[in-house]
């Protein structure tokens, strides 16, 4: 199981999870941040650095961002880039 970055994270994409995640699972797209669901090691570190609660356990993700669960996954492995540095967030 994989941790999946969700809606709040869209148009906000705060960075502060990315930072303290110890493997570089974040990626980064123009509009938010998803979590390559391959590399993510469940370590929960980056759940609490969300300022915008965005980021829960798959079997954990709100009935109404399942679909997030999917797009994580094709997206991170789209060919976005690793972030795992302080950006200035979008909102």
């Known amino acids: 199981m994989a941790y999946v970055v969700t809606e709040p994270c869209i148009d906000c994409r705060y960075t502060d999870c990315a930072v303290v995640c110890p493997v ?21 570190v980056c759940v609490p650095e969300c300022p915008v609660e965005a980021i829960y356990p798959e079997d954990g993700v709100p009935e109404e961002w399942k679909h997030y669960i999917r797009l994580n996954a094709e997206k991170a492995t789209s060919g976005l880039s690793v972030i795992s540095q302080k950006l200035d967030p979008l909102c």
């Open 24 to 44: 570089e699972a974040f990626r980064l797209d123009e509009r938010m941040l998803v979590i390559d669901p391959e590399i993510c090691i469940d370590c929960d």
